[in-house]
């Protein structure tokens, strides 16, 4: 199950995988239901068209037959490529969702009465019931959605998150919520479940992640009233084309109008843009975050502020050690040495930094064979240590609980270090050695913030995009604005609490401004909800995550800084897309218009630049054209086009650059082509 999960994750599909192309077909076909494709309006008018135009055809004459055919069949995979191009963009969301479903396996759950009636009543997890307690022991699946009521125990969420290092969970704390389907490593806790069957977490997030209520973004309606916009115009030039050729004594079938108004119309868009949408989502998906609708995922595209916490984007989500201080007659050496035995069942992220920190700095090397017996660390405990060979015994971890395991008091020297350790907002940890002297504290391992390398970077990457940014963090004014300038944010918030965060946002909210922030615990949950855009750490409390609607499953709150590149992303697919398609239709009207009324107006052979040879063929290319170009662009709209931080003007000139030339010249050489093609296969 695990292996299913992190292989989603690690490893993409491509694009155009087999596994993702049969179902879509089937698919494009189901979606030509006119109830699914009155949601697209101009896919919408086109299957109107389509329809029109093959009713049509059977009344034409026999000379015209062929002809007429081919038009209304090409009209009709331009409806379904347009249809395909969806289907293959929720077909790789879905891909996600079957990997969060293999999550769901039954499993068999200890129910117990009370916290202090123990009897074990052994049921499947298919029948547990909201509030029901859960006794979940080392080794065991956790039956349900809930939260720890008693006990504390490392739990693997790595088949939600696809990351293998496992996450404490304890009662009373932020950090009191577990999933269904993830497993406890050590120790044992009690679970109060939270949803009935069918309403859990999971549940709730393959349903988002399939995206059966996607909303449509205001942005995007604003692109579909434009696009109807233009829809109109261009038919109303269609409708008065009969009477101009009627003075001209030229005879316009209706398959032809039809075939010429679809590709007037921004068929290239609208016919993907439902998929650009999908897609924005899925290029989340595939970073294991899920949006609730399409809204939170296009206003992080337009987000000016970031609001981000401190531990964990700015520094590393675990303090890493930095520092390793004897005390009394210790050397460092002896120090490192009995620091490194104790830290080696030390499983924890903080524990293995120790490990790094001393074979970094050469400063001890262990040898397995002088271990009779290791101490695994324990979240209970709080301490790890080993049992050596020559009767020593090595402790190492936080400084009350060793202390009170080696029996001995705090000396000055080593309150004073502690103190000054904890003044400067890092944490103490404790080493001591059991010897034929008895037992002693060698000295005290300092853990630290340490900004992660390259986020000063990514924070310039973001000042060019126009986003300011804010550090949010607990810590001292002192502390704060030392991590702020090393980091390189904007601004900074210290001895944050809930009330300030969301006065925070709100003041940036009145400026105009739109405001997106991640946070994990219930005290976000305001701020979260206020947020244009609120990313909520799956790890965290059930309020957090009502509140936001982004998840991130892995919990990692760098996250929010991928998010704003995809929301931008997807702005600029979707301009870009815009772009090409609107010129598509200036040039298609140019290229096509001329070439049927060059007979009757001989003036307009200087507008037929490319010589099209017959209008029947000139109508056909276009159509043709039309169709083959959704399928073409069909990657670009699923992979999204490149996003480089720049200003508006440089965007804009990049738009019309490349996609509005491109725009202008492909129709002329690939209606050329397909008219050179079809007249030489004698299709007209």
């Given at each position: 199950?695990?292996?299913?999960?992190?292989?989603?994750?690690?490893?993409d599909?491509?694009?155009?995988?087999?596994?993702?192309?049969?179902?879509?077909?089937?698919?494009?076909?189901?979606?030509?239901?006119?109830?699914?494709l009155?949601?697209?309006?101009?896919?919408?008018?086109?299957?109107?068209?389509?329809?029109?135009?093959?009713?049509?055809?059977f009344?034409?004459?026999?000379?015209?037959?062929?002809?007429?055919?081919?038009?209304?069949?090409?009209?009709?995979?331009?409806?379904?490529?347009?249809?395909?191009?969806?289907?293959?963009?929720?077909?790789?969301?879905?891909?996600?969702?079957?990997?969060?479903r293999?999550?769901?396996?039954?499993?068999?759950?200890?129910?117990?009465?009370?916290l202090?009636?123990?009897?074990?009543?052994?049921?499947?997890?298919?029948?547990?019931?909201?509030?029901?307690?859960?006794?979940v022991?080392?080794?065991?699946?956790?039956?349900?959605?809930?939260?720890?009521?008693?006990?504390?125990?490392?739990?693997?969420?790595?088949?939600?998150?696809?990351?293998?290092?496992?996450?404490?969970?304890?009662?009373?704390s932020?950090?009191?919520?577990?999933?269904?389907?993830?497993?406890?490593?050590?120790?044992?806790?009690?679970?109060?479940?939270?949803?009935?069957?069918?309403?859990?977490?999971?549940?709730?997030?393959?349903?988002?992640?399939?995206?059966?209520?996607?909303?449509?973004?205001?942005?995007?309606?604003?692109?579909?009233?434009l696009?109807?916009?233009?829809?109109?115009?261009?038919?109303?030039v269609?409708?008065?084309?009969?009477?101009?050729?009627?003075?001209?004594?030229?005879?316009?079938?209706?398959?032809?109008?039809?075939?010429?108004?679809?590709?007037?119309?921004?068929?290239?868009?609208?016919?993907?843009?439902?998929?650009?949408?999908?897609?924005?989502?899925?290029?989340?998906?595939?970073?294991?975050?899920?949006?609730?609708?399409?809204?939170?995922?296009?206003?992080?595209?337009?987000?000016?502020?970031?609001?981000?916490?401190?531990?964990?984007?700015?520094?590393?989500?675990?303090?890493?050690?930095?520092?390793?201080?004897?005390?009394?007659?210790?050397?460092?050496?002896?120090?490192?040495?009995?620091?490194?035995?104790?830290?080696?069942?030390?499983?924890?992220?903080?524990?293995?930094?120790?490990?790094?920190?001393i074979?970094?700095?050469?400063?001890?090397?262990?040898?397995?064979?002088?271990?009779?017996?290791?101490?695994?660390?324990?979240?209970?405990?709080?301490?790890?240590?080993?049992?050596?060979?020559?009767?020593?015994?090595?402790?190492?971890?936080?400084?009350?609980?060793?202390?009170?395991?080696?029996?001995?008091?705090?000396?000055?020297?080593?309150?004073r270090?502690?103190?000054?350790?904890?003044r400067?907002?890092?944490?103490?940890?404790?080493v001591?050695?059991?010897?034929?002297?008895?037992?002693?504290?060698?000295?005290?391992?300092?853990?630290?913030?340490?900004?992660?390398?390259?986020?000063?970077?990514?924070?310039?990457?973001?000042?060019?995009?126009?986003?300011?940014?804010?550090?949010?963090?607990?810590?001292?004014?002192?502390?704060?604005?030392?991590?702020?300038?090393?980091?390189?944010?904007?601004?900074?918030?210290?001895?944050?609490?809930?009330?300030?965060?969301?006065?925070?946002i709100?003041?940036?909210?009145?400026?105009?401004?739109?405001?997106a922030m991640?946070?994990?615990?219930?005290?976000?949950?305001?701020?979260l909800?206020?947020a244009?855009?609120?990313?909520?750490?799956?790890?965290?409390?059930?309020?957090?995550?009502?509140?936001?609607?982004?998840?991130?499953?892995?919990?990692?709150?760098?996250?929010?800084?991928?998010?704003?590149?995809?929301?931008?992303?997807?702005?600029?697919?979707?301009?870009?897309?815009?772009?090409?398609?609107?010129?598509?239709?200036?040039a298609?009207?140019?290229?096509?218009?001329?070439?049927?009324?060059?007979?009757?107006?001989?003036?307009?052979?200087?507008?037929?630049?490319?010589?099209?040879?017959?209008?029947?063929?000139?109508?056909?290319?276009?159509?043709?054209?039309?169709?083959l170009?959704?399928?073409a662009?069909?990657?670009?709209?699923?992979?999204?086009?490149?996003?480089?931080?720049?200003?508006?003007?440089?965007?804009?000139?990049?738009?019309?650059?490349?996609?509005?030339?491109?725009?202008?010249?492909?129709?002329?050489?690939?209606?050329?082509?397909?008219?050179?093609?079809?007249?030489?296969?004698?299709?007209?």
């Open positions: 199950m695990n292996a299913t999960v992190t292989e989603t994750k690690s490893k599909a491509p694009l155009l995988s087999a596994e993702l192309i049969r179902p879509a077909i089937l698919e494009a076909f189901t979606k030509l239901d006119p109830r699914h009155f949601r697209n309006p101009v896919m919408f008018m086109t299957a109107v068209v389509a329809a029109v135009s093959t009713l049509a055809s009344n034409s004459a026999a000379g015209a037959l062929g002809l007429n055919l081919q038009i209304a069949l090409w009209l009709w995979f331009t409806v379904i490529f347009a249809n395909f191009a969806e289907a293959l963009a929720e077909g790789r969301g879905k891909a996600r969702a079957d990997a969060l293999a999550a769901q396996s039954e499993t068999e759950a200890q129910v117990i009465a009370s202090t009636d123990r009897k074990i009543q052994k049921v499947s997890s298919r029948s547990l019931r909201k509030n029901d307690l859960v006794l022991e080392a080794g065991q699946l956790i039956p349900g959605d809930g939260e720890v009521v008693e006990g504390i125990a490392s739990v693997d969420e790595s088949a939600i998150t696809g990351e293998s290092a496992p996450v404490i969970r304890e009662s009373g932020d950090r009191s919520n577990v999933t269904g389907g993830t497993r406890v490593v050590s120790d044992q806790i009690v679970v109060r479940i939270g949803a009935d069957p069918g309403e859990s977490f999971l549940d709730r997030m393959i349903a988002l992640v399939e995206g059966a209520q996607r909303q449509k973004t205001p942005n995007e309606i604003a692109l579909t009233v696009l109807i916009g233009l829809s109109m115009i261009f038919l109303l269609v409708a008065t084309l009969p009477a101009w050729a009627s003075y001209a004594k030229i005879t316009l079938s209706v398959p032809l109008l039809a075939a010429l108004l679809v590709t007037l119309i921004p068929t290239t868009i609208g016919g993907l843009l439902s998929a650009i949408g999908i897609a924005g989502m899925d290029r989340l998906v595939k970073r294991n975050v899920v949006a609730k609708s399409g809204r939170a995922v296009e206003a992080a595209g337009d987000v000016d502020t970031l609001l981000i916490d401190k531990t964990g984007t700015i520094t590393f989500g675990n303090r890493r050690a930095t520092h390793l201080i004897p005390v009394g007659d210790a050397t460092r050496e002896q120090l490192a040495e009995a620091a490194l035995y104790a830290s080696l069942a030390d499983e924890t992220p903080e524990g293995k930094s120790i490990v790094e920190l074979r970094t700095q050469k400063l001890a090397e262990a040898d397995a064979a002088q271990i009779a017996r290791y101490i695994e660390f324990s979240a209970s405990t709080r301490l790890s240590g080993a049992d050596l060979h020559d009767g020593a015994a090595v402790r190492k971890g936080a400084v009350d609980t060793v202390l009170r395991d080696s029996g001995v008091s705090a000396d000055a020297e080593t309150t270090i502690v103190e000054k350790i904890a400067g907002g890092g944490t103490p940890l404790a001591s050695r059991q010897g034929p002297n008895g037992k002693t504290i060698l000295g005290i391992i300092a853990l630290s913030d340490v900004v992660k390398p390259g986020i000063k970077a990514r924070f310039d990457e973001l000042r060019q995009m126009g986003i300011r940014t804010v550090m949010i963090t607990g810590d001292n004014p002192l502390t704060a604005a030392a991590i702020a300038a090393e980091a390189g944010v904007d601004d900074y918030l210290a001895e944050a609490t809930p009330e300030n965060k969301l006065e925070l709100r003041k940036a909210q009145a400026d105009g401004r739109l405001v991640c946070g994990d615990g219930s005290n976000d949950a305001p701020a909800a206020q244009d855009v609120g990313v909520a750490m799956n790890s965290g409390t059930s309020a957090a995550r009502e509140a936001a609607n982004l998840i991130d499953l892995d919990s990692d709150p760098t996250k929010l800084i991928d998010v704003v590149l995809v929301g931008k992303q997807m702005l600029i697919s979707r301009g870009s897309l815009t772009t090409f398609s609107i010129a598509n239709d200036v298609k009207y140019f290229a096509i218009v001329p070439a049927m009324f060059v007979t009757a107006y001989p003036a307009l052979q200087a507008l037929n630049i490319m010589q099209l040879q017959t209008p029947g063929s000139a109508v056909l290319s276009a159509v043709i054209f039309n169709a170009i959704i399928v662009l069909i990657p670009l709209a699923l992979r999204g086009v490149d996003y480089k931080p720049a200003g508006a003007s440089q965007l804009l000139a990049r738009n019309l650059g490349i996609y509005g030339l491109g725009g202008i010249v492909a129709p002329f050489i690939g209606i050329k082509l397909i008219d050179l093609a079809i007249n030489a296969l004698g299709f007209v």
